[in-house]
């Protein structure tokens, strides 16, 4: 199955069947549903879904060094134009049941970086149905991964010689002041049967949107917070934490 037009988009930089721009869903449509020829949306037995997407507006960070998302709030995005996504997937009665979460590579000047994975780490928790979610996260910009990387490949050859490990120090210090993403939020069940965040405290950089579907369609808009203050390393912001508290 094609599209009679191409795609207005490439929706993911990273899957080569995404580059034919007439091949409708990946040429898999039991699997996939792309009602606007844009992103591939789960398929309709996907439940209820609360999407938190995390993606720069700008195209380009840290005085053009580095690449952005290069758009604005989109209940339908391509899913390689975000810094990371978590899909919550909740029963009817409102308890989590499951999780699938996606952190991009970080792409500069010197090409694209990561993720490493276990730099990434999303946690939801929730006692019983109905109770609050409560969401953190912590996501490292992919060049500090790989410089966090190669600092112990670097000190574990110095080591082995019985050198200072000056220069595996120096990496791992520019490494760390390639700051990480953090936030907390709360998601509650208000008395109209929707969602709402009742409590958020984050790094105001880069921009999130919180959003609920409902089979693969969007029902409504929990929140979108745009991004203040762009980073002068990684992606740390210079203003401080964005917090809002609704109980």
Not at 197 to 221: A, E, F, H, M
Request: net charge negative.
């Amino acid at each position: 199955m094609q599209w009679t037009s191409p795609d207005t988009v490439i929706p993911d930089l990273y899957q080569p069947n995404d580059w034919n721009r007439y091949l409708y869903a990946r040429n898999n449509p039991l699997k996939y549903t792309d009602p606007d020829g844009h992103c591939p949306k789960p398929a309709t037995e996907s439940g209820n879904v609360i999407c938190i997407d995390l993606f720069i507006q700008t195209s380009t960070i840290v005085f053009g060094s580095g690449y952005g998302d290069n758009r604005g709030f989109d209940t339908n995005s391509a899913p390689g134009a975000s810094r990371a996504y978590l899909y919550i997937y909740l029963d009817d009665n409102g308890m989590v049941i499951s999780t699938s979460v996606v952190v991009n590579q970080s792409c500069t000047i010197l090409g694209c970086f990561g993720p490493i994975n276990e730099y990434n780490h999303f946690s939801v928790n929730q006692e019983n149905p109905g109770d609050d979610i409560v969401i953190t996260w912590n996501l490292l910009n992919g060049v500090s991964g790989e410089l966090r990387n190669y600092a112990e490949e670097v000190y574990k050859s110095e080591s082995s010689i019985g050198s200072m490990s000056n220069y595996s120090s120096f990496i791992l210090a520019l490494s760390y002041g390639l700051a990480s993403i953090n936030g907390q939020m709360i998601i509650s069940l208000g008395e109209d049967g929707k969602y709402q965040i009742t409590s958020l405290n984050r790094d105001p950089y880069p921009s999130l949107g919180v959003y609920y579907y409902k089979d693969g369609d969007y029902q409504y808009t929990l929140g979108e917070f745009a991004e203040k203050y762009g980073p002068i390393l990684g992606l740390s912001s210079i203003a401080p934490n964005q917090i809002i508290r609704k109980k």
